[in-house]
Each structure stands twice: as structure tokens, then as C-alpha cells.
């Protein structure tokens, strides 16, 4: 915390702002939360930021660097950032006060973002065919506080495995597909858009492949933790022989639970009355379905309600 509170000060001092007292006012400097360099919350940040930047009156966004999906609803809590993105199921987790939250997080949605899928990714000749060649190997998981491994445990699980069963690299994802390249690491991991900055540089100088889950597998997932979902990579993406079928997992913008309802109409109507704005800054907002954030699996902030209900 005292690392992304550092980083958060000099960020903000750079531009010559200051960080806002406690609460928000007009002309302040906003801070959302977003994950390591390499995967696709960054990017999505800084589009998000500038949708604040341009279309929210007397407001200004700045993106932060953090730990990922599992770290931003503490960042939200403890007031470290004002927004955040963060997979659906850590945010119903951190609302709910379930593992990996120790309590529960007065957190709120302001709207649903696009999915992100889970890379599971090694080189050919590997052996690595499926979850359970795994065992034994050396595996980047992504950051510490990363939203991938919330979703790998719940993945190894129906492997009866869990994360003794690998050897765990911690690592940005631009780090970990850096390393797979190198041959460092025998597969790696990345809850992230697609396409995302640090498999398509891995891709650049390497033929892939990713590990499948098979339909029955697939569908077991689903079934057991309703909150993901399956989606087709098509083969151009990454340039694979054929269309990939990964984990999805959609996202959310979440915020304060407390957080002033005319701010949180304020930032809702910047995002979602502009989505041709958003689309231009980012290619993954065309998934986005606004009206989807009228069924959060988190309380949907007042101001967001009063939004999207007379939203055209």
C-alpha cells in the first residue's frame, strides 16, 4: 500500500496536481485504479480517464498502476484510488466479504465493462496440453493481487489441484509472457481483453498454444461458478491455427459505496453517453453493453441507477 500511495503521489505531483482532501469536489483530480503494465485494464484506464477528462465538468482522471483486479476493491475501500475496474467475481467477493476478502468491501458498481478471458498460454513442444500437465511446472500467474488467480484457483479446484500442485512466478503479465518467450517459464497466465499488449508481443517472435478446456470441462466451470462465462478467440488475434476457446470474466467499474450520488452521475453519464468516444480511445469498449449494468452481481451506486434509468 505504501509502494501505490508513493507512486500515486509523484503521478499526481508530475502534473502539478495535488491529491484531493477527503471527499470530492469540483475541479478535482480523480485517480482510478487499473492493474500492471502489459494487460488490458491500462489501457482501459486511460480510456476511461479521458472520457472523464473530456465530458465530465470540472473533473480530471488520472490512471494508476496497480496490483490488478483483486487489489482495486480494497484500493476503493481504503480510499486509495476513487474508481476501479475489477472482474465480476471479486467484486461480488469483496461486496460479500469472501475469500480472498477477510470482510466485506463498501463497494459499489457504476456500470459493466467489457470481458476479459483467461490467457493460458505455453510454447509448442512443451507437453503442456492441458490444466493438469501443469503439475510440477513452473507457471506466471500474474501479479500477487491480480485478478487471474482468484479465477486459477477456481479453475485448479476442479482439477482437485491447487497452487502447491505448480510452482507460482509472480509477474506482470508483459514480465511473465516476456519469460515464457525466453523460456524461463513453462506456461503463462493473463485475465485480460484480447487482444492484450504482452501475449501479442509473445506471438511477435514465437508460435503459441494455448491450453483448452475441453466442452464437458467447459461447461462443468460454468456450472460451478456462474459468474464466468466461455468465449471464441478468433485465430487472427494471435495469429493460432484455429479459434481458441477461453474463460471469460466480465468486467466492472466500481466505486465508493458512499460515494456522492451527483459524482457517481456525473462520471456514470462521462462513460456511457460517450461510447463512441470510449470505443475510439479503446477497441474492447465495442463489447461493452451498457444496459447490462442494470443486473450487477454488486449494488448498482444511486447516482449509476438514476443513470442508466433514463438513459436513451
Known amino acids: 500500500m505504501k509502494t501505490l500511495t508513493k507512486l500515486v503521489v509523484t503521478a499526481v505531483l508530475a502534473l502539478g496536481a495535488t491529491l484531493p482532501a477527503q ?29 472523464i477528462n473530456n465530458f465530465a465538468e470540472g473533473y480530471t482522471m488520472l490512471p494508476i498502476v496497480t496490483g490488478g483486479g483483486a487489489e482495486n476493491p480494497r484500493l476503493i475501500a481504503s480510499g486509495e484510488v476513487d474508481v476501479a475496474i475489477a472482474p465480476a467475481s471479486l467484486a461480488f467477493f469483496a461486496h460479500e466479504g469472501r475469500t480472498p476478502y477477510p470482510e466485506a468491501l463498501p463497494i459499489s458498481g457504476l456500470g459493466i465493462l467489457h470481458s476479459s478471458v483467461l490467457h493460458m498460454v505455453t510454447l509448442p513442444g512443451s507437453g503442456i496440453k492441458s490444466v493438469t500437465d501443469l503439475r510440477g511446472r513452473t507457471v506466471a500467474v500474474g501479479p500477487a493481487g491480480g485478478g487471474t488467480l482468484n479465477i486459477l484457483n477456481d479453475l485448479l479446484s476442479m482439477y482437485d489441484m491447487t497452487m502447491e500442485d505448480i510452482t507460482p512466478s509472480f509477474l506482470s503479465y508483459a514480465d511473465g509472457f516476456s519469460q515464457l518467450a525466453d523460456g524461463s517459464v513453462d506456461a503463462s497466465f493473463a485475465l485480460a481483453g484480447f487482444p492484450t499488449s504482452a501475449v501479442v508481443q509473445a506471438a511477435a517472435t514465437n508460435d503459441l498454444e494455448f491450453i483448452e478446456l475441453s466442452d464437458e470441462n467447459m461447461a462443468e466451470l460454468k456450472a460451478r461458478f456462474p459468474y464466468y462465462g466461455g468465449v471464441v478467440v478468433p485465430a487472427d488475434v494471435y495469429g493460432t491455427d ?71
Open 23 to 51: 471527499g470530492v469536489s469540483a475541479q478535482s483530480e480523480l485517480r482510478i485504479g487499473t492493474a500492471s503494465l502489459g494487460g488490458a485494464y491500462y489501457p482501459m484506464g486511460q480510456a476511461l480517464a479521458n472520457s
Open 242 to 312: 484455429a479459434p481458441v476457446s477461453v474463460i471469460s470474466s466480465a468486467n466492472l467499474l466500481i466505486a465508493p459505496a458512499d460515494m456522492d450520488e451527483d459524482l457517481a452521475f456525473t462520471l456514470t453519464q462521462a462513460v456511457y453517453d460517450h461510447m463512441d468516444a470510449l470505443i475510439a480511445e479503446n477497441a474492447l469498449a465495442a463489447s461493452i453493453e451498457p444496459e447490462a449494468s442494470l443486473d450487477l452481481p454488486i449494488p448498482l451506486h444511486p447516482g449509476a441507477a438514476r443513470y442508466f434509468a433514463n438513459r436513451k
